[in-house]
């Protein structure tokens, strides 16, 4: 199944691959201080400080989301794909850092991976209202599934066993994907997560476990790979 957005490139005539270079290292270098910037924005709003004297925290963030972007142009290429995905990781990474450390996530900025969505089916080369309909389609195939599992085990365990904030976050991310890569950030996002628990249960136990950076990590190695992971998986079958 293609992907939601057609990954068109921007310019009409391939660039060369000296100017290539050069465009994808300016926009790798512009990334470092917006990474920088969003972490500051997400742990040091009014009143809530504690955080913003670290300052290897934020250039940590700003180095980490000037890689991602980095590792996507190289990926799609300059293409609407691309700025796509690199404007998805910049809303992740607020998300992501605010959970991990305040264990929450915060509904505006979720509204602005949707916003995201629909502003790129509007500018890709494919009818609109269809590009809209298929990444519903795909999202729902995901998270309505999800949504009846959490709200079983919620019942049986009778406590919260995922956030709605994470459950949203799911379906915002699954809005770019189909679903094949959908099941695998799924799958990832799950291992991840089990990973950071194992760890966090040392730490603090009891605490509200933050699931959001599990997902945005899935959702980034989706981006990068996870067509090509299921396109091998698939190949082992004869599919």
């Not at 512009?30 to 300052?55: I, N, V, W, Y």
Request: proline share 7%.
């Amino acid at each position: 199944m293609p992907h939601v957005l057609a990954g068109t490139p921007l310019p009409p005539d391939a660039p060369q691959p000296a100017l290539l270079l050069f465009l994808l290292l300016a926009a790798a270098l512009l990334a470092l201080p917006l990474g920088s910037l969003l972490s500051r924005m997400a742990l040091c709003p009014p009143g809530k400080g504690d955080l913003c004297t670290e300052q290897r925290r934020h250039r940590a963030a700003g180095l980490l989301f000037s890689l991602v972007t980095l590792a996507l142009l190289l990926r799609y290429g300059l293409s609407l794909e691309a700025l796509c995905f690199v404007a998805l990781s910049a809303i992740l990474l607020p998300i992501s850092l605010i959970d991990w450390h305040r264990q929450r996530i915060p509904h505006r900025l979720l509204l602005a991976g949707p916003a995201c969505f629909l502003l790129f089916c509007a500018l890709s080369a494919e009818d609109t209202l269809r590009q809209l309909l298929l990444g519903l389609r795909e999202s729902s195939l995901l998270s309505l599934p999800l949504f009846l599992f959490v709200l079983l085990a919620n019942r049986r365990l009778g406590r919260e066993s995922m956030g709605r904030g994470d459950l949203l976050l799911f379906f915002i991310c699954a809005l770019f994907f189909d679903w094949p890569r959908n099941l695998f950030m799924l799958l990832l996002s799950c291992l991840i997560g089990l990973c950071f628990a194992l760890r966090l249960a040392k730490e603090a136990r009891g605490a509200p476990f933050p699931f959001a950076p599990s997902i945005a990590i899935a959702c980034v190695c989706t981006m990068l790979f996870g067509s090509q992971l299921l396109s091998r998986y698939l190949s082992l079958f004869g599919l």
